[in-house]
């Protein structure tokens, strides 16, 4: 292989991570055959790759504290009863409807996320405990017990929701990676551009997020209206046969 024609063979790591989430392995072990796979296609020897991996494994050992920690925390108050009371509390503002309460968490998570507070919202602290319970509350407030396909849905809204407001609120924070790489790269091929203003490029795209994702979200309340509205779900009791006489 010459010098001018790149080694392009660690890229069998991208390959090697497509087919095991396709073929639905274990995440933890198809990240590790990964690593191993593009190490060893690098040219990396046995001792090498050990040393790598030891290597990055001392330098987050303290990062499954950070993550678990919380999520401890998140589990205890979930065990007595916090989706329940977040529930009940959005229930008694009788004009809520999980489209606007979505709207209003999305223009709070965007302007966060714009000032670097990354880490006030997110699926296991924010969506799972808190704002999809709020979202089916009231749900259920105008129209009595969902069934569990609208549960799904509001539950996959929620998360979409949280995804957008970070995904684009971040873009505008000017210490964000992704700022400082593409500045980077930039600078490299000899462009240079302040981080300040690739970040204020990044307003009228977030403005733009908001504006449509509020739109889907609107359209996800007049959704319920036509599903729900007058059709409240009637409990089924199951049938208990009869017993033949003289039995």
């Known amino acids: 292989m010459t010098p001018d024609i790149p080694h392009l063979w660690p890229l069998i790591g991208v390959a090697v991570i497509i087919a095991g989430f396709v073929l639905r392995f274990n995440p933890m072990l198809v990240v590790?055959?990964?690593?191993?796979?593009?190490?060893?296609?690098?040219?990396?020897?046995?001792?090498?790759?050990?040393?790598?991996?030891g290597n990055g494994f001392?330098?987050?050992?303290?990062?499954?504290?950070?993550?678990?920690?919380?999520l401890a925390v998140i589990g205890l108050l979930e065990r007595h009863g916090l989706r329940q009371h977040a529930q009940n509390w959005i229930s008694r503002i009788k004009s809520a409807t999980a489209g606007r309460l979505l709207i209003v968490y999305l223009a709070a998570r965007e302007l966060t996320a714009a000032m670097g507070l990354t880490s006030l919202g997110g699926h296991p602290q924010m969506v799972r405990p808190l704002l999809a319970p709020m979202a089916e509350g009231a749900t259920e407030t105008r129209y009595g017990k969902l069934p569990d396909r609208i549960r799904h849905k509001l539950r996959a809204y929620a998360a979409a929701t949280d995804n957008?407001?970070?995904?684009?609120?971040?873009?505008?924070?000017?210490?964000?990676g992704a700022i400082v790489l593409m500045t980077t790269f930039l600078?490299?091929?000899?462009?240079?551009?302040?981080?300040?203003?690739?970040?204020?490029w990044g307003i009228p795209t977030a403005i733009a997020a908001f504006v449509i994702?509020?739109?889907?979200?609107?359209?996800?309340?007049?959704?319920l209206a036509r599903e729900l509205d007058g059709k409240p779900e009637v409990p089924t009791v199951p049938s208990v046969p009869a017993t033949q006489e003289g039995r």
């Open 32 to 53: 590790i055959v990964t690593a191993i796979a593009t190490a060893a296609a690098a040219g990396f020897g046995p001792m090498a790759i050990l040393t790598a991996i």
């Open 58 to 70: 001392i330098k987050t050992r303290n990062l499954p504290l950070i993550i678990l920690l919380p």
């Open 164 to 176: 957008v407001g970070l995904f684009f609120g971040e873009d505008i924070f000017v210490a964000f």
């Open 187 to 200: 600078h490299e091929a000899g462009i240079d551009v302040e981080p300040l203003h690739v970040a204020m």
């Open 213 to 223: 994702h509020a739109w889907r979200l609107r359209r996800l309340d007049q959704a």
